[in-house]
C-alpha cells in the first residue's frame, strides 16, 4: 500500500509540532517542511499556523515558501489551510491589510466581535460545534454538529459560496472554506480528539 506523503510546513509561526505528530500517530507519513523545495515531493500540503497575520506571511516570504506553495495549488495537489494559515490562504485580513495574503479564496477575515451581555468573549477560545454542508469529503464520518477546538479573534464572518462549515459563537461565521482543490478550517484539528484526527484522515485521502 503506497502512503500518501503529507507535508506540513514548519516554521516558527506555524506551529507544526502538534499537528505532525497527530498525523504521525494516526498512521499518515508526515513531513515537516523545512525548505522550499520539499513541498514539491509532497503529496499534500497542511499549512498550520498561530500569531499574527503580518509575522506569517513576512516569514513564509523570508522564507522563499510563497511560489512553491502556488507551484502545489497550481498543479491541482490538495492544501489544508488551518488558522491562521487559512487566513494566509484569502483576500486579505483585518488584522493587518498589508499582510500579502495568497487571494486563493475570495473570502476576508475580519475580527470577531464581542458582546458581554450575552456572554460572548473574544478570543474565541474553546470546544465549538461545527455544521457542515452535506456531502463533504473532508467531514465524511464526522457527526453533524460534532465540536472542535477554537482559539482565534479573527475569522471569515460572511458566509459565500466558498463556506462549507458554519459554527455559532454570537454570530454565524465561516468555520470551513473550500475552493477547488484548497480547504480552510478556522478550528484546530490536532486538539479537536477522535473528530480531528478523523478530518485530518479524511483530508490525507482526498
Given at each position: ?128 460545534s461545527v455544521r457542515y454542508k452535506a456531502g463533504q469529503e473532508l467531514f465524511d464520518s464526522i457527526p453533524q ?62
Open positions: 500500500m503506497i502512503k500518501i506523503k503529507v507535508g506540513v510546513l514548519n516554521f516558527q509561526s506555524s506551529n507544526a509540532l502538534p499537528l505532525f505528530h497527530t498525523l504521525r500517530a494516526i498512521g499518515h507519513q508526515a513531513t515537516l517542511i523545512d525548505s522550499p523545495i520539499s513541498i514539491r515531493h509532497q503529496d499534500k500540503l497542511i499549512i498550520p499556523g498561530v500569531g499574527h497575520i503580518k509575522a506569517f506571511t513576512r516569514e513564509l516570504d523570508a522564507g522563499g515558501y510563497r511560489e512553491s506553495i502556488l507551484e502545489h495549488i497550481l498543479s491541482e495537489k490538495f492544501v489544508l489551510g488551518i488558522c491562521l494559515g487559512m487566513h494566509a490562504l484569502t483576500s486579505g485580513s483585518q488584522e493587518d491589510i498589508t499582510a500579502q495574503t495568497f487571494s486563493i479564496f475570495s473570502s476576508k477575515v475580519d475580527f470577531m466581535a464581542s458582546n458581554l451581555a450575552s456572554q460572548v468573549r473574544i478570543p474565541h477560545v474553546g470546544w465549538n454538529q460534532s465540536d472542535f477546538y477554537f482559539s482565534h479573534s479573527f475569522g471569515i464572518s460572511s458566509l459565500s459560496n466558498e463556506t462549507i462549515g458554519t459554527t455559532k459563537h454570537g454570530e454565524i461565521f465561516s468555520s470551513a472554506i473550500n475552493h477547488e482543490n484548497v480547504f480552510g478550517v478556522q478550528f484546530h484539528p490536532e486538539k479537536s480528539q477522535k473528530f480531528g484526527e478523523r478530518l485530518l484522515s479524511n483530508f490525507c485521502r482526498l
